[in-house]
């Protein structure tokens, strides 16, 4: 038991620096930041427990952190798209959230193999971006906060802040219009 312990806390020692800057730099509340680090860390401890064998912890650790930051901007969504919500748009006008944009993992293995690849890119075109252009981004489009509460929590004007998704936006379709027309060929379908 001292044993696995030892294990476990030095996972934690080696990997905590990296892992938290990793997870701030995509949560831009420091709380949920500080819950999803809690939430993969003890998930190692329980992975441990239950014995289940992980090979490459590192990696690991950081596959259960981006999966709990997917489900913080999925609850997030969700809220935003609660009845008594207002995001300035008619129900009509409402655009999908990106979670409905994205095949669902519940489709085959083709829709689960182009999720996958299609979040990996989003991931990455999103570490390409400013700091201060991707925290607006996730903010405003993963998490669904509204320009006027990024601003009275940033102190920055919400002219900055549209100016800053607006730069992202661009960089991310950009970045992303290749493997938006891969998959638009694979599948046979139009824009």
Same mark, same amino acid.
């Given at each position: 038991?001292?044993?696995?312990?030892?294990?476990?806390? +030095?996972?934690?020692?080696?990997?905590?620096?990296?892992?938290?800057?990793?997870?701030?730099?995509?949560?831009?509340?420091?709380?949920? !930041?500080?819950?999803?680090?809690?939430?993969?860390?003890?998930?190692?401890?329980?992975?441990?427990?239950?014995?289940?064998?992980? +090979?490459?912890?590192?990696?690991?650790?950081?596959?259960?952190?981006?999966?709990?930051?997917?489900?913080?901007?999925?609850?997030? !969504?969700?809220?935003?798209?609660?009845?008594?919500?207002?995001?300035?748009?008619?129900?009509?006008?409402?655009?999908?959230?990106?979670?409905?944009?994205?095949?669902?993992?519940?489709?085959?293995?083709?829709?689960?193999?182009?999720?996958?690849?299609?979040?990996?890119?989003?991931?990455?075109?999103?570490?390409?971006?400013?700091?201060?252009?991707?925290?607006? /981004?996730?903010?405003?489009?993963?998490?669904?906060?509204? /320009?006027?509460?990024?601003?009275?929590?940033?102190?920055?004007?919400?002219?900055?802040?549209?100016?800053?998704?607006?730069? !992202?936006?661009?960089?991310?379709?950009?970045?992303?219009?290749?493997?938006?027309?891969?998959?638009?060929?694979?599948?046979?379908?139009?824009?």
């Amino acid at each position: 038991m001292v044993q696995q312990d030892n294990r476990i806390l +030095e996972a934690i020692r080696q990997n905590r620096t990296r892992l938290s800057q990793f997870v701030r730099s995509r949560v831009a509340d420091q709380a949920d !930041a500080e819950d999803v680090l809690q939430d993969v860390f003890y998930e190692l401890v329980e992975a441990d427990r239950m014995m289940k064998p992980i +090979e490459q912890v590192t990696g690991w650790l950081f596959r259960v952190a981006r999966n709990r930051i997917n489900d913080l901007f999925r609850r997030g !969504a969700r809220r935003a798209r609660q009845p008594g919500t207002t995001t300035g748009l008619s129900q009509e006008e409402e655009m999908p959230s990106w979670e409905e944009l994205l095949p669902s993992s519940d489709g085959g293995p083709e829709a689960a193999y182009a999720r996958r690849v299609l979040l990996e890119e989003l991931d990455a075109a999103l570490d390409e971006l400013p700091p201060e252009q991707r925290e607006v /981004f996730v903010a405003h489009e993963l998490m669904g906060q509204s /320009f006027q509460e990024m601003a009275e929590r940033s102190g920055v004007k919400v002219n900055t802040l549209l100016s800053r998704k607006h730069y !992202a936006v661009e960089h991310l379709r950009e970045r992303l219009r290749d493997i938006y027309d891969e998959f638009t060929v694979m599948w046979g379908t139009q824009r």
